[in-house]
């Protein structure tokens, strides 16, 4: 069955950077698109970015748009968040979730259980 | 920038129905869109119930279904249980290739 495991976050200072992985197994990784989806502390969810499935297409939201860079493995599995210039709006339970198939219009349909980062002095 | 609306709130009594709605502050949703809706109990991670407007996901109970009302997309729930009190969000497709999720609805079953 399809498992995304999430890994790298952590507490942070403002202005430093980070990288998230989600490692993925139970499909063909390299035929899906994969998306990042955060969610701030008792806030609602917030889709941040997404990836097609052979990494030339990549779409992000506004808030993180110039800071955040996703990209994806397809030789280990793995899709990337690389999250720069972090500030304390950044805070949030990380997701990352397949689509339903391999361009960025499509829609998450599997998640993983998510990776919490803190930025905070 | 787009805001796609949802209720804040709704209550619902077991067995009851319950439609929540998911519009845009500007225009009407369509199938265009792809509205998809998820489901997310405190400390989890969301639950994909439907996608493309009215697709179920595998193992998602026949009481949950999705469509066009007017100019929303719609999540209908018929015969609510008690472990349908969740919180319940949208997401639609922008057609500059961006995602927006609406600000989800907490519905109560009482």
């Known amino acids: 069955q399809v498992q995304l495991v999430e890994s790298g976050g952590g507490v942070v200072q403002p202005g430093r950077s980070l990288r998230l992985s989600c490692a993925a197994s139970?499909?063909?990784?390299?035929?899906?698109?994969m998306h990042w989806v955060r969610q701030a502390p008792g806030k609602g969810l917030e889709w941040v970015a997404v990836?097609?499935?052979?990494?030339?297409?990549?779409y992000y939201a506004d808030s993180v748009k110039g800071r955040f860079t996703i990209s994806r493995d397809n030789s280990k599995n793995t899709l990337y968040l690389q999250m720069n210039s972090l500030r304390a709006e950044d805070t949030a339970v990380y997701y990352c979730?397949?689509?339903?198939?391999?361009?960025?219009?499509?829609?998450?349909?599997?998640w993983g259980q998510g990776t919490l980062v803190t930025v905070s002095s | 920038q787009t805001v796609v609306t949802q209720e804040p709130s709704f209550s619902v009594s077991p067995g009851g129905t319950v439609t929540l709605t998911c519009g845009l502050s500007?225009?009407?949703?369509?199938?265009?869109?792809?509205p998809s809706w998820y489901q997310q109990t405190p400390g989890q991670a969301p639950r994909t119930l439907i996608y493309?407007?009215?697709t179920r996901s595998s193992g998602v109970p026949d009481r949950f279904s999705g469509s066009i009302l007017g100019n929303k997309a719609a999540l209908t729930i018929t015969g609510a249980q008690a472990d349908d009190e969740s919180d319940y969000y949208c997401?639609?497709?922008?057609?500059?290739?961006?995602?927006?999720f609406g600000g989800g609805t907490k519905l109560t079953v009482l």
């Open positions: 139970g499909f063909t990784f390299s035929t899906y698109a």
């Open positions: 500007s225009g009407s949703v369509s199938t265009s869109y792809y």
């Open positions: 493309s407007t009215n």
């Open positions: 990836l097609s499935y052979d990494g030339n297409n990549k």
């Open positions: 979730a397949r689509a339903y198939s391999s361009g960025t219009y499509y829609y998450p349909t599997h």
């Open positions: 997401v639609l497709y922008m057609s500059s290739g961006i995602w927006v």
